[in-house]
C-alpha cells in the first residue's frame, strides 16, 4: 500500500512543509500505508528538486516513520530541463530509498544510473502503452525495484481498458517484477479493486485523487489510505483515519 501524499494538486489537507509531510505519514502508516511516496516543497510552496528542501522533508519523514521506505519524485514536470534536472540530483544530500523514474521522460535513464550508483533503488513507471515500449526496449529489467503502472484515464472504463493493454505487452515479454497500480480521480478506486485481483500492489493518496470510493470528497491521505486498505486487505479490521 503506497501513500502518494502530495502533488500538483489542490486540496486544504494536503502537505506540504517537511513537518506536514511528516505528520500527515505518520496518520497514514497508522492508516496502512507500507511505502510513500512524496514531493518536496519549497518555502514558498512550490514543488522543487532542490537539495535542501528534499533533505529536510526526508530527515523529518525517518524521524516520524522508522523503517517505512521513503519514495522521492523525479516528475519532469517540476524541472522540465533534463541536465538542470540531473544536476539538482546529484546534489541532493540525503537520500531516499527509492525514486519513481516515468519511463516516458527524456534523461531519465541518467537519472536512474546516478541514484542507482548511489544505491537508492528505482521503481519503473509507466503512463501509456509507448512508455511500456520504452521501457522493454530498455532491457535489464531486474535492475527496478518494481514497475508502477500507471492508467490515468479519468474514465474507470478507459483507464481500466489502457492497464489491461499495458498489462497484455509486459505478459507477452514475459517481464517478472512486482507491480504496483494506480489511477486518478474516481477511476483510481476501479482501478484498485482490479489491481487487488490480480495480486498486485495499490497506491492511494491525495496526488491521485480527491474523492472518495462512493464519489464524495476525501478530507485527509490517511482517510483515503484507511479506504485503501480496506480493498486490500478486506479480511482486517479497519484502521483508524
Known sequence: MQLA?????????MPKTAV?????????????????????FDDDG???????????MLTAVRAACPGVPINVTTFASIVSDPVHRLRLIDGWTVLPDLIAANQ????????????????????????????????????????????????????????????ETMESELRAAEVRLPELHHG???????????AVRNG??????????????DGSPAASNAQLVAAASAIAHPSERPRSS
Open 184 to 194: 486518478v480521480g474516481l477511476a483510481s478506486w476501479t482501478i484498485m479493486r482490479r
Open 46 to 56: 512550490q514543488e522543487t528538486l532542490e537539495a535542501e528542501p528534499v533533505a529536510r
Open 20 to 40: 506536514e509531510i511528516a505528520a500527515d505519514a505518520a496518520a497514514c502508516v497508522e492508516a496502512g500505508a507500507t511505502l510513500l511516496h512524496l514531493h518536496a
Open 104 to 163: 516516458g521522460e527524456k534523461g531519465i535513464d541518467d537519472v536512474s544510473a546516478l541514484l542507482s550508483g548511489r544505491g537508492v533503488g528505482i521503481e519503473a513507471c509507466v503512463l501509456s502503452v509507448d512508455d511500456v515500449r520504452t521501457f522493454l526496449r530498455r532491457g535489464s529489467w531486474s535492475r527496478f525495484a518494481r514497475l508502477v503502472v500507471e492508467p490515468l484515464e479519468p474514465v474507470a472504463e478507459d483507464a481500466v481498458a489502457l492497464a
Open 200 to 213: 498486485h500492489s495499490i497506491r492511494t493518496g491525495l496526488e491521485d485523487t480527491l474523492v472518495l470510493e
Open 5 to 13: 501524499a502530495n502533488g500538483d494538486v489542490d486540496h486544504p489537507a
